[in-house]
């Protein structure tokens, strides 16, 4: 387990430095919605107590594909990312991933239910190394890198992230993304 933690480590490190260089993204159109429901479903393989549903901005089902520019790749790591830390808080309580369109610009909220995070914390939580919870050991917790590698991917899509509270408890992820 130590070395598969450090191999994902070193692995975040390489993802960032790739950012930093400013790796240019591989933007297609493509099907927003079927790739959240594809890390779903692989969210879903790993972590089989996971309740994950993908819905539209609405909060109700989501009939209809969504199809948008976006780095496929880019965005598989960011919903992944956003799902498992969702995951580690939220445990068994319900996460919905939001999909939609507003004014033609792509938003995508990943919801949890768990504790969520503090006011103040919430710009920080996108700061590299930045772990919310310090009394987690090493085996629970990540490297506090997840959320950073986000951010730039998002960014490099032209669009911005924020953590704000979920109604009645948790915490909501909203990726906010122009069509230019």
Do not use: C, W
Not at 30 to 40: D, E, R, W
Not at 48 to 66: F, S
Not at 73 to 91: E, P
Not at 137 to 152: A, E, P, Y
Request: aromatic letters at 4%; a negative charge.
């Amino acid at each position: 387990s130590e070395a598969m933690r450090m191999s994902q480590l070193v692995e975040s490190l390489l993802a960032l430095a790739r950012l930093d260089n400013d790796a240019s993204l591989n933007l297609q159109t493509g099907n927003i919605t079927a790739l959240a429901n594809t890390v779903v479903k692989n969210i879903k393989t790993a972590h089989q107590q996971a309740k994950i549903t993908v819905t539209g901005l609405n909060g109700k089902e989501l009939k209809d594909d969504i199809i948008f520019n976006f780095d496929e790749a880019a965005m598989q790591q960011v919903l992944t990312n956003l799902l498992n830390n969702a995951y580690i808080f939220a445990g068994e309580k319900q996460i919905e991933v939001a999909v939609g369109l507003i004014e033609n610009n792509l938003v995508l909220e990943v919801i949890d239910h768990g504790d969520g995070i503090p006011k103040q914390l919430r710009a920080k939580v996108f700061e590299r190394f930045y772990r919310s919870d310090n009394s987690r050991n090493r085996d629970t917790g990540g490297s506090g890198l997840g959320l950073s590698i986000v951010k730039q991917l998002v960014e490099g899509h032209g669009g911005t992230i924020v953590a704000d509270e979920t109604e009645g408890g948790g915490a909501t992820f909203r990726i906010t993304i122009s069509n230019s």
